[in-house]
Nanobody, 127 residues
Framework: QVQLQESGGGLVQDGGSLRLSCAAP????????LGWFRQAPGKEREFVAT????????YYADSVKGRFTISRDNAKNTVNLQMDSLKPEDTAVYYC????????????????????WGQGTQVTVSS
C-alpha cells in the first residue's frame, strides 16, 4: 500500500502561482508513474499532468500546457506541480496518483490506471 500526501494548496488571486507537492512517506518513487488530477465542484475528475519518475517523460492536459510544470525532486522524493498564471477555472481539489510501472517508459493520463491516490488538496483562484 502506498500512501500519498499532497500539500501546497491554498487561495491565490487570478494570475498568481502555487506549488503543490506529493510525497509517499517511507517509499521511493523509483519505478512509478505519478499523475496530478483535479476535480472542480459539480464536475468529474480530470487529468492535469503526469511524469514517469525513472525516465522523466511528462505529459500535460491542453488546458494547463505552458502554465503548469510537473517535476520530480529526487532528494526529497516528491513530485511537484508548479502552477503559474492561475485562472479561476483552475479552482479544484487537486489529487496526486501513483502506479508502479517499472518496465515502461510511458506516462499515464487515465485515472483508471492509477492504483494509489492521495486525499487531495484544495486550490482556489479568486477573480
Amino acid at each position: 500500500q502506498v500512501q500519498l500526501q499532497e500539500s501546497g494548496g491554498g487561495l491565490v488571486q487570478d494570475g498568481g502561482s502555487l506549488r503543490l507537492s506529493c510525497a509517499a512517506p517511507g517509499r521511493r518513487f523509483s519505478g512509478y508513474v505519478l499523475g496530478w488530477f483535479r476535480q472542480a465542484p459539480g464536475k468529474e475528475r480530470e487529468f492535469v499532468a503526469t511524469i514517469n519518475w525513472s525516465y522523466g517523460g511528462t505529459y500535460y492536459a491542453d488546458s494547463v500546457k505552458g502554465r503548469f510544470t510537473i517535476s520530480r525532486d529526487n532528494a526529497k522524493n516528491t513530485v511537484n506541480l508548479q502552477m503559474d498564471s492561475l485562472k479561476p477555472e483552475d479552482t479544484a481539489v487537486y489529487y496526486c496518483a501513483a502506479k508502479y510501472q517499472p518496465a515502461f517508459h510511458t506516462v499515464i493520463d487515465s485515472e483508471k490506471q492509477y492504483n494509489y491516490w492521495g486525499q487531495g488538496t484544495q486550490v482556489t483562484v479568486s477573480s
